[in-house]
C-alpha cells in the first residue's frame, strides 16, 4: 500500500524556496545587517526550516548573506565601498542592456515598460514601498529581457541580489517616496522614449542616470541597520513559495 505513494520532490521544494527569497532580496524585503531567522521564514513561507536551511546555504555562498562566528545569519551588511563598486558595474552593464534592447525590433516593450512605470509611480503614492520597489525591478529587467542576452540577465540579478537591500531600506528610513520614485519615473520616461525611437545611446543614458541618481538620493538619508530600531515584526510575510 505504502509503495503506491508518490514521492515528494524535495529538490523542487528547495528550489521554490530559493527562489523566493531570492525574489524578496531583489525587491528589497531586507535591509543591510538584518538578522534572518530559519523559523520565522519557515513559518512565513509555510515549510519545514530544512529547505529554508538548504536556501540560506546557497545565499551565504552567493555572499549575499554571512554568518557570525555565534552561527548568526545576517544579511550582508552594508559597506559603502563596496556599494559603489557594485553601482558603477550596474551602471555600465545594465546600460548596456538597455542599449542592445533599444536596438531590438519589440513594438510592444515600449508599452509594458510604461504599465511597470505606471504600477510604480501608483504603488508610491499609496505609500507602498514595497510594490513599488517589485515594480521597479520588473520594469528595469523588462529592458535586460528584451536585451536577448540570458547570460547577461543572470548576471545583473546576482548584482541586484547585493544592492537590493539597500533599497529596501526605503521602507523604513525616512524616504519620501513619491519624491525617490518620481525621479525614477523621470529617467524611466526617458528611457522608454529612446527605446520606442530605437536610439541606444540615450537609452544607455537614461537607465544609467537612473541608478546614481537613485543612489546619490537614497545614501543622503540611509542609517545602517540597528536592530533596536526595527519594528516589531518587521519585515512582513513573504510570498509563499509558487508551485512547480
Known amino acids: 500500500m505504502y509503495d503506491s505513494l508518490p514521492s515528494i520532490d524535495v529538490s523542487s521544494l ?10 524578496a ?3 528589497g524585503h531586507f535591509q543591510p545587517g538584518e538578522p534572518i531567522s530559519i523559523r520565522k521564514l519557515a513559518d512565513s513561507l509555510g515549510t519545514s526550516p530544512m529547505p529554508v536551511r538548504e536556501a540560506l546555504k546557497r545565499l551565504m555562498a552567493e555572499k549575499v548573506l554571512v554568518q557570525s562566528s555565534s552561527r548568526q545569519i545576517r544579511v550582508t551588511p552594508f559597506d559603502p565601498k563596496l556599494h559603489e563598486e557594485f553601482v558603477r558595474i550596474r551602471m555600465e552593464m545594465e546600460g548596456y542592456a538597455a542599449e542592445r534592447a533599444a536596438r531590438v525590433r519589440d513594438a510592444e516593450l515600449p508599452d509594458r515598460l ?3 512605470d505606471a504600477a510604480m509611480v501608483e ?5 507602498r514601498a514595497d510594490l513599488a520597489l517589485a515594480a521597479n525591478q520588473a520594469f528595469h529587467f523588462e529592458i535586460y529581457r528584451a536585451a536577448g542576452y540570458p547570460q547577461l540577465v543572470e548576471i545583473l540579478e546576482n548584482l541586484w541580489l547585493r544592492t537590493g537591500p539597500f533599497l529596501g531600506t526605503i521602507g523604513r528610513e525616512p524616504v519620501n517616496l513619491e519624491t525617490f520614485f518620481g525621479n525614477g519615473h523621470h529617467f524611466h520616461g526617458r528611457a522608454i522614449e529612446a527605446i520606442a525611437a530605437r536610439d541606444g545611446k ?8 537612473d541608478i546614481r541618481v537613485g543612489t546619490m538620493f537614497l545614501r543622503r538619508v540611509y542609517v545602517p541597520y540597528d536592530a533596536a530600531r526595527t519594528p516589531a515584526g518587521a519585515p512582513g510575510r513573504i510570498a509563499a513559495p509558487p508551485a512547480s
Do not use: D
Open 14 to 23: 528547495q528550489e521554490r524556496v530559493y527562489q523566493s527569497l531570492r525574489h
Open 25 to 27: 532580496l531583489l525587491t
Open 114 to 116: 510604461r504599465a511597470h
Open 123 to 127: 504603488a508610491a503614492v499609496q505609500g
Open 202 to 209: 540615450k537609452a544607455r543614458r537614461a537607465i544609467s542616470l
